[in-house]
């Protein structure tokens, strides 16, 4: 812990590797109120006429002396794509998803396996759903095609699926899909 003395006056102990000038908020902003540094009339910026990625000006060290030229460059342009391409990752609601290589778009796997087993397309006003409400279980027998309205209505009734319940699901949206 370091002993620092606030412009107000009032001393206050902060660790050393916290950089504090300000024993608090409330503080900070009166100081800075009575006394502006940045942005008056006549300010130079410290990075002006710097191009690409800056120096720090905290450390005073690049990304070159940190990592050395080769992982900088990568880690460079990494930054400025900002697309790791091909990459799986959980989106918000829990399900596992995809980047494509070519496109750049995301994909949800459980569809691509969907289709993969089933048919080509997911038909407009369907949706597939997980039997034993698992999102990262992409097993096709775990997949099942179902139309909004019944998926709705399996999630929000407390309903638990047996054996029966499941087969019946199947048959009911095959009948369904083919008309038969």
């Known amino acids: 812990m370091v002993k620092i003395k606030c412009k107000c006056g009032r001393e206050f102990n902060v660790p050393s590797w916290k950089n504090r000038k ?5 503080c900070s902003v009166k100081y800075r109120k009575q006394n502006p540094v940045a942005w008056t009339k006549g300010h130079t910026p410290w990075n002006k006429g710097k191009r690409g990625l ?7 060290k690049t990304w070159s002396s940190i990592w050395g030229d080769k992982k900088s460059n990568k880690m460079k342009t990494n930054l400025r794509n900002k697309k790791y391409k ?3 990752s959980l989106n918000k609601d829990g399900y596992l998803r995809k980047r494509s290589p070519t496109t750049g778009k995301y ?9 993969k087993n089933n048919y080509p397309r997911l038909p407009k006003g369907f949706c597939i759903h997980h039997l034993d409400n698992n999102k990262l279980n992409n097993n096709p ?3 099942l095609l179902l139309d909004f ?3 709705t209505r399996l999630h929000h009734t407390g309903m638990k699926h047996t054996e029966e319940a499941k087969e019946r699901m199947r048959t009911s949206q095959l009948k369904r899909r083919y008309k038969l």
């Not at 300000?22 to 409330?26: E, L, Q, R, T």
């Not at 800056?54 to 005073?60: I, L, N």
Request: hydrophobic content about 35%; glycine content about 10%.
């Open 22 to 26: 300000f024993c608090s908020m409330p």
């Open 54 to 60: 800056q120096v720090s000006y905290r450390k005073g």
């Open 86 to 88: 091909g990459a799986i």
């Open 107 to 115: 994909f949800m796997i459980h569809q691509q396996v969907w289709k």
């Open 141 to 143: 027998q775990n997949l």
């Open 149 to 151: 309205g019944t998926h």
